[in-house]
């Protein structure tokens, strides 16, 4: 039985060859990104065991404020110069090196703007010699308080040299320095990674960085010759306490290239999520491939059956097929996925300069490769196994063996596992907590799952009614009438795609939905003619003077300006956002806001206002006291003085301007700013621009020109999405292209019988092109309609965040359909060509 | 080889409704090469019922196909009406089965998505003509189809389909029908009704039929019979009786000097 599955995989090779593609494209998907991620990961684990080398223990101070890469960046805590001085006392230590570090040193470039990053920090530090790997490249380290030296990447993306005048922007406003030196790391390199860095005197840096004279961020000690950095950590861990994380050097590299890691194994977990839906994609395919192979074969294995066979060498010598092709497209997707994911760290390695360590092929991308491909194989082929040991030996001796099943069961228990995934969704919504996410995800699958049991009903009405649209020719009535006739072959083809396309639609329901919303509040709610605020920009708030203030009110034309200082505190605790407003009055009126409780005016030393939300939430009410603690100073005692009800893009703490000297950036970064009666809007606006021309990052923009810029966020989002899930897209045409391959070979003899009687060679295309149409049109269809359910849910359960419109994107949705169909037409090439090749001769003969 | 001169061939283009000269039919090479056709003559007349018959291997099908255009002959000349059916192109082929032929196949004759009426229909659906309401009619009549042509092939007895495809068949007015073994799949009965409704679209309607058979039976109905052995003609029968069919395979089987006179 063995020698004879194998002989007939062979025989049918050409037609595993999609399916086998799709395990394969699923398979390099998820090898590639293991592959990938451990290759960066070794890299950095290299690159700071490199820039630990010459520190034998690190002392650092824990972050003021400690929250997650999801909420922001921590703040960073301070040692004191004291601390420096106790750990230089201890015995063993023959030098503590005193570092200042920060993110948020933005260097203006040649051409007037803030140097940008695309996500690396961009450090601000103090000058330290030729340590730590660190190599002058030209000129030499500042010496001057208005002296820098900046590292090679920064100096190649600015174009700036040594001799220049260049101002940077730190926690202050902009400062002009010279640029004195250009350094580089040991073996070459133009920096740590694609960190940019601008080192200061250490007295500037500690101002400009940290706002705090005399303070460092970490120790780098070198241990006396002899002593070991394990006894010199823990000498020095009893002798400042519990206040520092006291690490040796190479603990330190780990724990720092640990957080990096953290964030890659996200980035993993993203990618296998892709991959998972591409495989489960997969999945019908091969499901779909398999039932049709086993119909087609469904002669052959009654004679087997009345031969002899049991039922289990049938369901055997399906599965073994199936095996056998799990294993194949395991192996070379493996390959494949060892291939991309290199070439992908080569990428990411140029692009951020880092030094990529070899490529490897981690047990995780070896255990997943085969256990999803040969699992995903194995599993798609059991329905059709199982129906295969169901063919009767009678059956060899019938003309048409296969009469239409009814397809009752089917819609039922669709309609089950649908309702079923729909009320899971629904309470995931709903519920809050760690099983949410789980929740969501089982729904959507049983949704996916119960909708595409249900397609095959759905089939029927539906493209009848789509084929009407190219009923106006023959051929195009012909491949209406082909693509109606199995509709479960149709219905499981197009639920493939209905996958891709329903996350890409609900995503997008999702992202319009939220667009609408907060466009239709704050188009109503913002009152302010111009908003003063800054490009988002990792690690940094971007700020301006605020001694303009006075100037900008000035301008003329400008009614007020409300200026608004926002940094992240501790409010009992829980790391939150703190604004800080000039006038509070001001800003109820520019952003419509509503007093629920207690006062709306200026808060007072000691006072803060707060929205309902949080004020439930925490449990507060004016009167009852929060403990609030700001990146630099002690916590401190606020009373609530008044509540305001949350607007859907406003809401949190106000504190008055007390709070400001506490914020690691004492500056305004949002001004909301009221014209005078009768303004010159154009006028006024240059005025203000003119004001911010040392910050350069600093936007004047009206209330549309602001909301665009603020919500073109989701647009890339859904890009990014949408690239990704392409990969599931082409899967799903790959089972277009299989479906029809097999149907054309299926219906050898009739195509050649319509050739006989006239049907030429372009019509013939025609035919299977109308076919392919209509079933891609339909899997779009059923995205579209899932999709927007989910999106709905999405918007319903999200009501709380603000969601009260539900947008659906009928421009996109349009898009989806035209590309659906093009896909169709596409996938129709070979299978036409191949139909329109069929010699008619050998189509028609006798057997 | 000798090539038909052009007067000869208008001159005989308007006797006969398909022709073939000196058709060599040759599979393979070298070793492996089977000649089934060796340099052929043939004429069919307009307005015949023609039969071809001979032992397996004999060539017969190959020749309906040659003549058919349904396949490439290696040397000679086929003639359908006046067209030449060699050296034409794919389109020029569909354009001539659109035109001048009507196919009945042994089996496979019907798409099962279309109702009987459909099939009879979509040859000249293809073609983008109408049908002659007058002549569907009769057609339909001639064969009995009429309270039928709503079902589909499924629906219908072997026989029925084979009365679907003879009318498919008839349905354009081809200037010659070639029927492929029609009735090799059914029992005498329905055999008997589709061959007399061949016969019968023959004596009323004049209608051109050429049909392969290896059935003494069905060649009867036939006006005249050829008969292949060895890729050539080595007999012919005008006027056929079931019996003297049987003589005339049976004499056949003999084994005969080939190419001699006959």
Known sequence: MLRATLKSLLARKLRLVLSGLAVLLGVMFVSGSFVLTDALGRSFDNMFSSAMAETDVLVTARPAIDVSELEGESVPGMLAAADRDAVAAVPGVAEAVGVVQADGARVIGTDGKVVASFGPPRFGANWTGETGGLELREGRGPTAADEIAVNVTLAELSKLKVGDRVGVLTTKPKQMFTLVGVFGYEGGLPGQGPVHEVRFTEPVAQELMLGAPGAYTSLSVTAAPGTDPAALRDAIKSRLGDKYVVQTGQEAAAAIAGGFKSFLSLFNNILLGFAGVALFVGTFLILNTFSIIVAQRTR????????????????????????????????????????????LAKLAADFTSIVLASIGVPLAAVISAFAVGIGVTVIAALLPAVRASRVPPVAALQEVATP??????????????????????????????????WLLLGGVLATFIGVSLLSPVLARPVVSVLGRLFSWSVPGRLGRLNSGRNPRRTAITAAALMVGVALITGVNTTISSADKSLRGDAETGFQADLIISGQESPGVLPTFDEALLPRMRAVPGIGTVTAEYNDQALINEEPSWAAAVTDLPAVVRDLSLVKVAGSLAQPGPG????????????????????????????PTTYRISGVYERAPFYGGFIFGTDVVPGMRFPQPSFAYVRLADGADAAAARTGLEALLVDSPEMLVEDKQQYLDRELGEGAQLLLMIQILLGLAIVIAV?????????????????????????????????????????????????????????????????????????????????????????????????????????????????? | MTTAAPPLTRQRAETSAARASQVWKVYGTGEAQVVALRGVDVELERGRFTAIMGPSGSGKSTLMHCLAGLDSVSRGQVFVGDTEVTGLSDAGLTRLRREKIGFIFQQFNLLPTLTAEENILLPLAIAGRKADP??????????????????????????????????????????????????????SRSGAEVLGFLRRSVTEYGQTIVMVTHDAVAASY?????????????????????????????????????????
């Open chain 1, 607 to 634: 006072e803060v206002v707060v929205d309902n939300e949080n004020a439930t939430e925490a449990g507060l009410a004016v009167g009852s006291t929060v403990t609030v603690k700001l990146p630099k100073g002690e």
């Open chain 2, 134 to 187: 007058q002549w569907f009619k009769t057609v339909i009549e001639t064969v009995g189809l009429g309270d039928r042509l709503g079902h589909r092939p499924s629906q219908l007895s072997g026989g029925q389909q084979q009365r679907v495809a003879c009318a498919r068949a008839l349905v354009s007015r081809p200037e010659v029908v070639f029927a492929d073994e029609p009735t090799g799949n059914l029992d």
């Open chain 1, 404 to 437: 239409d099943r009814p397809l009752t069961r089917l819609t039922i228990s669709g309609a089950v596992i649908g309702a079923l995934g729909a009320g899971a969704i629904a309470f995931g919504l709903a519920s809050s907590g760690d099983a949410v996410m």
């Open chain 1, 300 to 343: 052959e294995l009654a004679l087997s059956r009345a031969l002899g066979a049991s039922r289990r060498q049938v369901i055997g010598s399906v599965m073994v097929e199936a095996l056998a092709i799990g294993l194949l497209a395991s192996v070379l997707g493996l390959a494949a996925g060892v291939g991309v994911g290199a070439l």
């Open chain 2, 222 to 262: 036939a006006d005249r019979v050829i008969f292949l052995a060895d890729g050539q003609i080595v007999a012919e029968l005008t006027a056929p009786t079931p019996e003297r069919v049987l003589d005339t395979l049976k004499s056949l089987d003999r084994p005969a000097p080939l190419g001699t006179d006959l």
């Open chain 1, 734 to 847: 790959l089972g277009v292209i299989n479906t029809l391959a097999l149907s054309v070979l299926e219906r050898t003899r009739e195509l050649g019988l319509l050739r006989a009687i006239g049907l030429s060679r372009a019509a013939t295309m025609r035919m299977i092109t109308v076919e392919a149409v209509v079933i891609t049109v339909f899997g779009v269809l059923l995205g579209v309609a899932v999709g927007i359910g989910l999106g709905a849910a999405v918007v319903q359960g999200l009501a709380d965040e603000g969601l009260n419109t539900l947008a659906v994107p009928w421009p996109a949705i349009g898009l989806y359909l035209a590309a659906g169909a093009a896909l169709g037409v596409l996938a129709a090439v070979l299978p036409a060509i191949r139909a329109a090749r069929i010699n008619v001769l050998t189509a028609i003969a006798h057997e």
